[in-house]
């Protein structure tokens, strides 16, 4: 079993700051693509941020310049700096991963249970 585990979300007004956490635990060999995606009220879900292992980064044009996107030293565990804060970035925002369980097989995606975020104007 893999789990992804959410923290650091809430409330806070327009212009401030969050910082999310997500840290992937369970039967694990590697962790390779780590991402972040919202969802908000009646919307589909989009993509935030994603970065591989190795560190390359892609974002959201929205989010350019507002939000980072960075790992741990152990590879497990991703953040999201969300900076400037605007109402619309209001959603339950999301871990996902690609995670191998061992060196023979290929990984599988997994999503967290999601953390809200609410920023109010």
């Known amino acids: 079993q893999v789990q992804l585990v959410e923290s650091g979300g809430g409330l806070v007004q327009a212009g401030g700051s969050l910082r999310l956490s997500c840290t992937a635990s369970?039967?694990?060999?590697?962790?390779?693509?780590m991402a972040w995606y919202r969802q908000a009220a009646g919307k589909q879900r989009d993509l935030v941020a994603i970065i591989t292992r190795g560190g390359t980064t892609t974002y959201a044009d929205s989010m350019k310049g507002r939000f980072t996107i960075s790992r741990g030293n152990a590879k497990n565990t991703v953040y999201l700096q969300m900076d400037s804060l605007k109402p619309e970035d209001t959603a339950v925002y999301y871990c996902?991963?690609?995670?191998?369980?061992?060196?023979?097989?290929?990984?599988?995606?997994?999503w967290g249970q999601g953390t809200q975020v609410t920023v109010s104007s």
């Open positions: 369970g039967s694990i060999f590697r962790v390779d693509r």
């Open positions: 996902n991963a690609d995670v191998r369980r061992s060196a023979y097989t290929r990984p599988d995606n997994y």
